[in-house]
């Protein structure tokens, strides 16, 4: 088994006034080698949007873009002529395939938006771009792994062009889970607290804190608090 463990503390971080962001890997401004990226997992932004502001209109290609709001609204447009709002409980995927333009938007004027912005390397190039957006039953990730990405539309969750699969859990203290592998010869997970405090395979960890897990056929999960937790299974391998 192979580890490494990124701490809530040691992320990029850059204050725009209107937005607030911690990046895991290297995105924009904050650039580190050694932090690019885990296996197809290319970015994981932690991202915190004022009221009433948000990204303009800008162009994407080749790259599965999966959005997970954590509070509040978040007003979505593309060049595919979807118009959505997402909000805690929502996902969102985009292919950008051959080209797309989006814009991501705060929708409240009263309040902050908090959402996870996260990139995924595509399995195949230059496909025509695509959407997906579902709203998952909160119930039915406590004390359990709902899943809410996949490579397979008939799944559970957003289907994208990759072999990969998120899961998400609030899991009560003292309750412990097992996460087993899809493919565990050719895939790792990297698990990111969104809150609490958790053990994954002798590793303890705590709110924001990032494990990226390789060479392993499962993760062993123990809540130490009440915990939410994203475990996010991908190649390893960049095609």
């Known amino acids: 088994m192979k580890t490494i463990l990124y701490k ?10 209107w937005l607030n962001s911690y990046h895991t890997f290297s995105f924009a401004n904050y650039y580190d080698p050694a932090r690019m990226n885990f296996g197809v997992l290319r970015v994981l932004n932690d991202d915190h949007v004022a009221a009433g502001m948000g990204f303009g209109r800008h162009p994407h290609d080749n790259m599965e873009i999966i959005s997970i709001p954590l509070f509040g ?30 814009s991501e938007k705060n929708k409240n004027n009263d309040k902050a938006v908090k959402f996870l912005q996260i990139w995924i390397l595509p399995k195949k190039r230059n496909i ?32 994208i062009n990759q072999d990969a699969w998120f899961n998400i859990t609030t899991l009560e203290a003292g309750k412990s889970l097992t996460y087993k592998l899809h493919d565990p010869e050719k895939n790792g997970v990297y698990a990111f607290v969104l809150e609490g405090d958790v053990n994954i395979n002798g590793t303890a960890l705590e709110r924001r804190d990032g494990l990226g897990i390789s060479e392993s056929d499962t993760l062993e999960v123990q809540a130490e608090s009440d915990t939410q937790l994203l475990l996010m299974e991908v190649p390893m391998s960049i095609q």
């Open 73 to 102: 609204d978040l007003e979505h447009q593309d060049s595919m002529g979807n118009k959505t709002v997402i909000k805690e409980g929502d996902v969102q995927s985009m292919s950008a395939g051959t080209g797309i333009f989006h």
């Open 8 to 17: 809530s503390e040691s992320r990029g971080h850059a204050d725009h006034g």
């Open 128 to 159: 025509p771009p695509t959407y997906d957006q579902i709203t998952m039953k909160l119930e039915d990730r406590l004390n359990k792994f709902q899943q809410i990405v996949s490579p397979n539309p008939e799944d559970d969750g957003v289907s």
